[in-house]
Structure formats: C-alpha cells, structure tokens
C-alpha cells in the first residue's frame, strides 16, 4: 500500500542556536530539534542518559511495601511463587524477581501460565494448584492489575498477593495485599511506561535496600541489580515500550550489561545468534534476535523453559535450553508463514483492504501463538486494525483471536465496545487478546468493522511515513551516521531517523534474500556514491522493482554495518517511488 510521506524542514534558527549552546555538530542538532528537545539542559539529558537518572523505587506506587512484605516472607521462610506471564517482557520480570529472592537464600518458585492453555494473566485453577503446594506468598509479574476475581480467590485460601504490572487497570482495583504499578490511580508516578520488567527491577531494587537495612547496598548486589538492568532492558524492548525517560536509561545502561556480564543464558543465545562476535550491542538485536527467541518460547507453550534458562547457572542445562529456545523459533518462524499466506488468501479473496476500514479473519487450524505476530505484519502492511483469530480445530472450543491496530484507534476501549460478542478480552491500545465462540465471530467482525469506520476517516486510512530529513547520498559518511547513533537506543516512541534522497538509480539489478526471499538487497547510487541497501520483509518488491528504469526516491534508515570486522555505512530501505518533480503524495512538515 503506497506511503504518504511526512518530510519535515527544520528551523534554521532553532537548529543554529541548539549547535550553539550545546556544541553538538549539526545533524544532531537537527535530529534533536525534530524531536522536540530545543535546548541544551534537555538535549544532554537525552544523550547521556546517566545511570542515576533512575527514580528511587520508593517513589514507585508500592515498591517499598512490596519489599516489605517479601522481606518478611524470607526472614520467615515462608514458600513464594514468582507468577509471570509467558512473553519477553514477564519472562525477564520473573527472572529479576526470582534471582534477586535467591540471593537471599529465600523458599521462591516461579510459575508461568501456558499461553495455549491458560491463556494470559492469573487464573483460578492456576492460583488453587500453587496453594495446595504451600505457597504464602504469590508475587506476579506483568500481569495481574485486571484479575479481580482470582484475586478474591486468591485472599479466600488464605494467600497473600503482590500485583506488580503495568498495564491498563479495570474500573475497579483487585484485592491484593500491595499492588506495584507505574500508572496506579491515585497516584502520580513520573513516569508511566514502565514495562512489567521495569517495574520487577524496581522491586527487587527496593527488597535489596529493604534487607541489607540501607539504600546503598553492598557490591554483590550491586553486581546483581547491574545484571538485572540487563535483562530489564531485554523486556523493554521487546515489549515495545516508549524508549524515553527511564525506559531510555534501562536500555542504554542494559545494552551494555547484557554484553559485559549477561545471565548466562543471555550469553548462550548470543553465542548461537553469533551476536557475541558484534563490537556494540544495539535494541534491534533485542528486538530481531534475542526477544524473537524467548517469545517463541511462550508462543509455542514453552515459557517455563525460558524462564530456567534466563535462571539457571548450570552450564550444561543452559547450553541444552539455549539450543531448543533457537529451534523454537524457527518452528515458530514457519508456523508464521504458513499462517501469514493463509490470512493474505483470506484477504485477496474476500476482503477488499483498499476501502475495508478494518480486517477481521478467522482460520480453522491456525496457531494460536503466532496469529499476534501475523496480525501485527498485516496491519502494517495495510494500515487497518487486523484481528486474528485462531477457531478450534473441532469447532468445540471458543477461537482464541489476537487484535494489533494502528494510531488513533484504541484496541482496548473497542473490544469492550463489541463485548456482547466476545467470551473474554483485554490488553493494550495497540495490541490484544480475546476469546470468541465461533458462531459469533461474524456479528464480532460486523461491530468490530463499524466501530473502526466511525472512528478512523478516510484520509487516516493511508499509511504515514515521517522522514526527518532529506539528503544526498553523499552526506552518509561514517562519521555523519555515528553522531546519528549518538540519539541510540532506538525504538518505539524514539525511532531510529528516517532520511530520503531523490535521483537515485539502481547500480545493481534488486535481489531477493533471507529464507523463501523474504527481504531484499539491491545497490543504490547517486552522484558516484553507492551504498549497499537491503529492505527487511521488502521481498514482494522484487517483481515491480525490476521493472523500473527510472531514477527512485528512497526512503531508508542509515545503519553502520559490522561484517567480519569490517564497518560500512549501509542503508535498510523503509520505501520508494519513481522520483518524480512534484510528488502529491509527500507533504513538507516545518519543525
């Protein structure tokens, strides 16, 4: 689906007087300027990025009475389990928590629902079989703050309960003993974007204080907090979290921890990713290669596993783990396809994604742990709200669906909005789950349909791409992109910077890459500079870029390539057009 193309120029001045005050070189400075930071105080703040920069856990809504009561728990030996949810994000939460109560020599366990059988968040059956084990004390991670009645099941066979999450809360809170969350109401938390493994690391911060009895603790914990920040940036990450604020600290500072002394499972998958050998780690190899792995895991009901392996300091068990989590995700990877080109037929078939203001589907067979990722490519490949849903195989059990949306249109409040037709839903704006009998996904996509016409206008319905600047080729030295780094770590809510240039020709004929071609490498040039370019899942444009003859415009990110030891400056395409002298698709932004 063709782009709309938001190029932004950028006001001289302010540019001018940024480079001035801070002594930053000027593409810098631009790239600041376009992201909103206009002086020199904010844009040191965002470039350093300093370690203290995080909040006291005391200032966290119940950190400090949370590590209260597990202080308690573990000078009383009481039994604790450790209740995470099964994706990246609560994996790295359970691990912080269960490693730091280890620490202390404390009777901790740690349970993880299984995503195709418990579905997310607590549950009754889950929560009853923990207290016929003889558990005191559960403690969940990244889930919990909308579980009303398993928290009453929870206070009637007698255990205590800490919520620690951060996602959206019901109208009401549940019943817990103390409840850990960034955005709790009734509260002002600086800072509401916290992933659940952020908010896991601020507890196990605040326990560390709590049992050495001072804030500033001694070097074996602070050796494990360092380490924990690694994973917490792991998590959020791959939860895809605003990269601002604390989040922007925990990943900067966790980037390096992870390559230093990363857990040893974290090692063990760098090692087999082969991303041990890279000079720097940045959050795209989170992104693409380490949190990819540990959500196959809990895509394919095998979150335990991953937990151990993040966990445990048996070599043997962590090589053996490490190995089966990278064979998950390639399972996980062609049970994708196989579900991706199932929805796509559904889609050319019987579905018109030009002018359908959303696409609901619905397959039989489908695999429930990966219709999330499928929806999410879908959605971004036709900038429609996409519900997937995964009807059982028998047509006996309801269909498990996963929703992901686009700006402006809040999945959440939508789902309740349809209600009348779902068993059980809940999430975030941009991405959720649900529940559905099969004879009522037609009236769901019906209301679900009418809801997103009412709600986005045409004229939204065309995808956007915000491009920070436009520049020759030439520009792109080595040194130019490494002062782009300087704005790293990037991701959601701080991309990495979109550029474009015009009169570019194909050096080399476009060719398909990666398995079944899915991506694409083609050699860009323009005024004698020629840069290796490669447009990840951009295989599809193979057939209609070899036809063109004519001088491009590019849109692409510039990235400093490491291969064999040896660093180029290489361009990952983000779109393209023929170029053209007016382009009424393009539309000039003044920042």
């Keep these: ?133 003889g558990t005191d004390l559960i403690v969940t991670v990244d889930c919990g703050i909308a579980g009303l009645r398993e928290a009453s099941t929870a206070r009637s066979l007698g255990i205590s309960l800490i919520i620690t999450d951060h996602h959206e809360p019901a109208d009401r809170l549940p019943d817990a003993d103390v409840i850990v969350h960034p955005g709790l109401p009734g ?20 326990l560390c204080q709590e049992i050495n009895g001072s804030r500033r603790v001694p070097t074996r914990l602070k050796d494990f907090l360092l380490q924990a920040v690694g994973l917490a940036a792991l998590g959020t990450v791959a939860d895809v979290v605003p990269l601002l604020d604390e989040n922007r600290i925990l990943v900067r500072h966790g980037l390096n921890s992870l390559q230093r002394c990363p857990p040893l499972g974290v090692a063990a998958l760098s090692q087999i990713t082969r991303l041990d050998s890279k000079a720097t780690l940045c959050s795209e190899d989170i992104a693409f290669t380490l949190a990819p792995r540990l959500n196959a895991a809990g895509r394919l009901g095998q979150a335990a596993l991953a937990v151990e392996l993040l966990t445990t300091d048996d070599p043997e068990r962590v090589a053996e783990l490490a190995k089966y989590v990278h064979e998950l995700n390639g399972t996980r990877d062609r049970l994708e396809r196989r579900v991706y080109l199932a929805a796509r037929r559904q889609i050319d078939e019987h579905y018109h994604p030009e002018t359908d203001p959303a696409l609901v589907l619905a397959g039989r067979g489908w695999h429930a742990g990966v219709i999330g990722i499928v929806a999410g490519r879908l959605a971004e490949k036709y900038h429609r709200p996409v519900v997937l849903i995964a009807l059982d ?34 999430g975030h704006a941009a991405a959720a789950g649900l529940t559905v009998r099969e004879s009522q996904v037609d009236r769901f996509r019906e209301a679900f349909c009418e809801l997103a016409a009412s709600e986005i206008a045409h004229d939204q319905r065309v995808p956007e791409l915000h491009i920070d600047a436009e520049t020759p080729l030439t520009a792109l030295s080595m040194e130019t992109v490494h002062q782009i780094e300087r704005l790293a770590p990037f991701g959601q809510g701080n991309p990495r910077p979109v550029l474009c240039a015009s009169g570019v020709h194909m050096v080399q004929p476009p060719r398909q890459i990666g398995d079944g071609g899915r991506h694409l490498s083609v050699v860009l040039g323009q005024h004698g500079t020629q840069l290796r370019s490669v447009a990840f899942g951009g295989g599809e444009w193979m057939e209609e870029l070899s036809r063109v003859d004519q001088p491009l415009s590019v849109a692409f990110k510039p990235v400093i390539n490491e291969f064999r030891g040896r660093r180029s400056v290489e361009l990952h395409l983000a779109d393209w057009r023929v170029s053209q002298p007016a382009d009424a698709s393009s539309e000039v932004l003044t920042r």
């Excluded at 195989?393 to 309801?398: A, E, I, R, S, W």
């Excluded at 269909?399 to 839903?425: I, N, P």
């Design 187 to 206: 509260h002002v938390y600086p800072f509401a974007g916290l992933a659940g493994s952020g908010v896991a690391l601020k507890v196990a911060w605040a």
């Design 393 to 426: 195989k028998l047509g006996v059990k309801p269909g498990a669906g996963s929703a992901r949306s686009v700006a402006g249109f809040f999945l959440h409040e939508a789902l309740q909005e349809c209600s009348d037709y779902l068993l059980t839903h809940g």
């Design 1 to 133: 689906m063709a782009k709309h193309w938001r190029i932004v120029t950028h006001n001289s001045e302010r540019i001018a007087r940024l480079e001035r005050a801070s002594g930053l070189p000027t593409v810098l400075a631009q790239l600041l300027v376009g992201r909103g930071i206009m002086d020199a105080d904010a844009a040191r703040l965002f470039l350093e990025a300093r370690l203290t920069g995080l909040r006291d856990p005391d200032i966290l809504p119940g950190a400090r009475d949370a590590a209260r009561l597990l202080a308690a728990a573990v000078r009383d030996g009481r039994r604790i389990v450790i209740y995470g949810d099964y994706d990246a994000d609560g994996m790295t939460g359970t691990a912080i928590l269960f490693s730091c109560l280890k620490l202390f020599n404390a009777q901790v366990h740690f349970y993880v629902p299984n995503r195709l059988d418990e579905g997310y968040g607590l549950n009754d059956e889950a929560i009853r079989k923990i207290a016929a084990q």
